[in-house]
């Protein structure tokens, strides 16, 4: 996704972590039982810290961007603002777990619900509330209780900043959820319900709509049951669908909710649409298809993935520039990173939404792998592997933050990959997972920067200013959880563990938590905005990385790029409206 400007510094300073911080421990694969809840506890006190303060901000210029960064998503209009599906099968939000654990299989929501699972509808026992004077700077209980007292009293009143959108809440909701925090949840769905309108005279990134929105009211509603969420995610799906009428199928990257008339970035390539937003809406739009029976959805996203397969790729790389007016291919710029980065990710999960049937975007996987393999990664000089970015026949070595989630990624297609591949693509996993956390060990802050080079003597480092910020960012602790997730290497926790103690002293502020403008700088100034995929993804994968396995287990779920889980479909012979015109 592409990063939003960043703010003025605020001046303000960060409070350091009082001494004494617990360390990770490096010797055990497992942690102990109250290491456990400490690590819960630190966690479920930064999300429920982040929505208690942040609602009570004030209404001031300078915290406008706070809860979204909303240039990305909503851009206002100068004179605006103002039929169920089958279930086939078990969505396992639990697996089995053993005896000892402290978490159980279970499907929170309605008996309904449970009943059209097939699942027991115990509820999820709320996250571990325990007084740890000492751990991460002397994080106790009184944090969660102000930060869901500030939440529940606020959200109920006020809509998330300026926005009538409520980005933040609508984000966060299924990381309340799997947090166990029912009552800001229940806050949440009743903000959705009185107030969330997609009525607006406002101009809208399909993509972040998309990946934020939808993928958020979609993943609510498979664990909540609560129809509210499917009913606005089809509202919203309905006010994207004109950004599709061009004259190739290739959608506007923005979109008039009131209008329907959409445009491309100015930025673009001559006037393009980019391959990490049209090639990332298969996995909602599928699901659309799924819950409504309209096959509207589900043809859209396949047209593309028919018109791609029919475009000659240079070098078999897949441009990030495609004009939807002719269907040609913009500037020869491949990335694995920003503007690439999910379209390669959907195919992977495409595939494995379909319970692996899907094998048409398997193989586009694979064949998009291979030719990133032969062009694009590359070890340095130290023996780093890293992925450049192709530029008109030129090979950048320089890789992005965003880039960093290609670890995971690579993990996540090993099992499947043609020939004897598997253990290949695991190291590769491996491989990035530890590039990327030098590019965190090799900064002042120990917090990873935007973009990093390997070149003139220099690995992992960034060397531009406007390089060096971060921003809340979660693929490097994705790639992180989905290592640990296959290969349970105990250091993938303990470098996890180190992030979350560098985000707790050098990212909390007052209101939340901050980006920070220099990681190599001893006196970080900040940006004063937290950008909503920090409660949606970043606090999400910590947890996870610090939970069991039976925690939405991964033959079950499948992870939009915005890391809102949605179920494994198991059609068995059955097959979504509008499949039938692929035969």
């Not at 909503?74 to 039929?83: E, N, Q, S």
């Not at 500037?331 to 379909?354: C, I, N, P, R």
Request: net charge neutral; with cysteine; hydrophobic share 40%.
């Amino acid at each position: 996704m592409t990063a939003p400007a960043l703010l003025p510094p605020s001046g303000r300073r960060i409070p350091a972590p009082a001494p004494g911080a617990a360390s990770f421990p490096h010797h055990r694969a497992t942690l102990r039982l109250s290491e456990k809840f400490i690590l819960l506890l630190i966690l479920g006190a930064f999300i429920t810290l982040c929505f208690g303060a942040f609602f009570f901000l004030p209404d001031g210029s300078k915290h406008k961007r706070f809860d979204l960064g909303l240039e990305d998503v909503l851009i206002p209009h100068v004179d605006g603002m103002g039929r169920a599906g089958r279930q086939s099968g078990a969505h396992v939000i639990h697996g089995e777990g053993g005896p000892h654990e402290h978490r159980h299989r279970c499907l929170l929501g309605s008996q309904a619900l449970s009943n059209r699972l097939r699942l027991p509808g115990n509820p999820l026992p709320p996250a571990p509330v325990v007084d740890t004077p000492g751990a991460s700077g002397g994080l106790k209980s009184s944090h969660l209780e102000h930060g869901k007292d500030g939440y529940r009293g606020v959200v109920c009143g006020t809509p998330a900043g300026n926005s009538q959108m409520g980005a933040t809440i609508v984000d966060a909701l299924d990381t309340l959820f799997m947090m166990g925090l029912h009552d800001e949840f229940r806050d949440g769905q009743a903000w959705i319900e009185q107030n969330l309108d997609f009525s607006v005279n406002a101009e809208v990134s399909v993509f972040e709509v998309n990946i934020r929105f939808i993928g958020g009211l979609l993943a609510a509603y498979y664990l909540s049951g609560q129809e509210v969420f499917k009913a606005k995610a089809v509202q919203l799906a309905e006010k994207l669908l004109p950004a599709f009428n061009t004259p190739t199928g290739i959608p506007w990257a923005m979109v008039n909710l009131k209008s329907g008339v959409g445009r491309n970035w100015g930025w673009a390539s001559a006037g393009s649409s980019i391959l990490a937003e049209f090639g990332t809406l298969h996995m909602e739009f599928v699901h659309l298809t799924y819950l409504t029976g309209n096959p509207a959805y589900y043809q859209k996203v396949m047209h593309i993935r028919k018109l791609l397969a029919k475009m000659e790729r240079p070098n078999g790389l897949y441009p990030n520039y495609l004009n939807p007016r002719t269907g040609r291919w913009g500037q020869h710029h491949t990335s694995v990173g920003g503007l690439g980065d999910s379209f390669y990710e959907y195919l992977l999960k495409a595939w494995l939404m379909s319970d692996k049937t899907d094998t048409e975007a398997r193989k586009t996987y694979d064949d998009a792998v291979e030719a990133i393999e032969r062009h694009l990664i590359r070890k340095s000089n130290s023996g780093l592997t890293f992925i450049g970015e192709w530029k008109n026949g030129h090979l950048e070595r320089k890789m992005g933050h965003l880039t960093c989630f290609a670890g995971g990624m690579f993990a996540l297609g090993a099992d499947g990959s043609p020939g004897d591949k598997a253990g290949h693509y695991l190291q590769l996993g491996a491989e990035i997972a530890h590039t990327c956390h030098e590019s965190y060990d090799r900064t002042v802050l120990k917090l990873g920067p935007e973009a990093f080079k390997f070149d003139s003597g220099l690995e992992a480092v960034a060397v531009r200013q406007n390089e060096k910020y971060y921003i809340l960012r979660p693929e490097v602790i994705e790639t992180y959880w989905y290592m640990w997730r296959f290969t349970h290497d105990p250091k993938y926790r303990q470098w996890g563990w180190e992030a979350t103690q560098a985000i707790d002293r050098y990212c909390r502020v007052s209101g939340g938590f901050s980006g920070v403008k220099d990681v190599y700088s001893s006196n970080p100034t900040y940006d004063d905005v937290q950008q909503s995929f920090f409660l949606a993804e970043t606090l999400k994968y910590l947890y996870l990385l610090f939970s069991s396995d039976d925690l939405l287990p991964l033959d079950s779920w499948v992870f939009n790029t915005e890391a809102h889980p949605l179920p494994v479909l198991h059609l068995g012979n059955a097959t979504l409206p509008g499949s039938e015109s692929r035969r």
